[in-house]
């Protein structure tokens, strides 16, 4: 089991930029893919990005593509979201997530992350 804790939400001004973390426990970091996704006030959670174990694959929604990166460090456990270029549509809390079995195709559906952080809270003010 990991249990995962984002920080590094805010309040930015449109433009502005914003690095998220998610530090996981336990020993076995490098065996889990990752994932960020996001809520936006009455709307559904969204797949925001993902990375599998080593890193070598990446795939994020076309939504932040271009403007956001997710990487990972193996060595600190912990999962980052560089988010640059950022818009009032962003606002949302972004929770990081754990998928035990590594990567999968279905990246982009919750339902394959086994585990999830409480969520930071993102405000992007025009």
């Known amino acids: 089991q990991v249990q995962l804790v984002e920080s590094g939400g805010g309040l930015v001004q449109a433009g502005g930029s914003l690095r998220l973390s998610c530090a996981a426990s336990g020993r076995t970091f490098s065996s889990y893919a990752m994932g960020w996704f996001r809520r936006a006030p009455g709307k559904e959670r969204e797949f925001v990005a993902a990375?599998?174990?080593?890193?070598?694959?990446?795939n994020y929604a076309d939504s932040v593509k271009g403007r956001f990166t997710i990487s990972r460090d193996n060595a600190k456990n912990t999962v980052y979201l560089q988010m640059n270029s950022l818009k009032p549509e962003d606002t949302a809390v972004y929770y990081c997530?754990?998928?035990?079995?590594?990567?999968?195709?279905?990246?982009?559906?919750?339902?394959?992350?086994?585990?999830w952080g409480q969520g930071t809270q993102v405000t992007v003010s025009t």
């Open positions: 990375i599998s174990r080593s890193g070598g694959i990446i």
């Open positions: 997530a754990a998928d035990r079995l590594g990567y999968s195709a279905r990246y982009y559906y919750p339902n394959e992350y086994d585990y």
